[in-house]
């Protein structure tokens, strides 16, 4: 019996020996070599999408500032916060900042450090937004496909104009939901949720509507 468990001690000792040569020889995961470069056609269109993306969530935009009435622009949540006007006029003058990244001259007289305070004019405010709109849809629509690969070192090894863009998006729908928020917190809701609420009644048709 003590012959046969010195057996299957010397046996168990050989396998984990054998296992742990193995492995020591095997090349470890970080060893391995890199993937070969992705030469596949990407999957999405980040020009056309930015654009109409960020056309869409202007015009979301423009539509709270139209709903809005002109004594609430000066309104803000808190002390330290933004107004109403200071954030619609943020929102305008990024899009001249981020842009400002990759080259993209603001129009003349652009004044980014006095913008944001330069007016709570309802209309006036309307206008911006139009402006830098299509300001930005003009830049993006001038931009070659290529030039989204276009490095920019200023901002980073690998950084590009793409990246400029994606931040633009990015930036874009964070302060749609600031705006909502601050719209529903003053009991006003945001015009295209009203839109799609009246569209949802009228297809259950008019007895849904009582």
């Not at 808190?78 to 954030?87: I, L, M």
């Not at 305070?117 to 911006?128: F, G, H, L, V």
């Amino acid at each position: 019996m003590k012959s046969l468990t010195l057996s299957i001690l010397a046996c168990a000792l050989l396998a984990a020996t054998t296992a742990v040569t193995q492995a020591a020889t095997q090349p470890t995961q970080s060893a391995q070599p890199a993937q070969s470069e992705d030469k596949t056609a990407p999957s999405y269109d980040m020009k056309a999408q930015a654009a109409l993306d960020l056309d869409a969530v202007n015009k979301k935009v423009i539509s709270l500032a139209q709903v809005l009435p002109p004594d609430k622009y000066t309104w803000r949540p808190t002390p330290d916060s933004r107004s109403f006007a200071e954030v619609f006029l943020h929102v305008s003058g990024e899009r001249y900042f981020i842009l400002g990244l990759m080259g993209a001259a603001p129009p003349p007289g652009f004044d980014g450090k006095s913008y944001e305070k330069s007016t709570t004019d309802k209309a006036k405010i309307i206008d911006e937004l139009t402006k830098s709109g299509d300001y930005t849809q003009k830049t993006i629509q001038g931009m070659a496909n290529a030039d989204y690969a276009k490095l920019l070192p200023k901002l980073g090894p690998q950084a590009n104009e793409g990246d400029v863009i994606y931040i633009l998006v990015a930036d874009a729908h964070e302060h749609l939901g600031q705006l909502v928020a601050y719209a529903r917190v003053n009991g006003i809701v945001p015009p295209w949720t009203v839109a799609a609420a009246k569209a949802a009644a009228e297809k259950k048709g008019p007895d849904a509507q009582k």
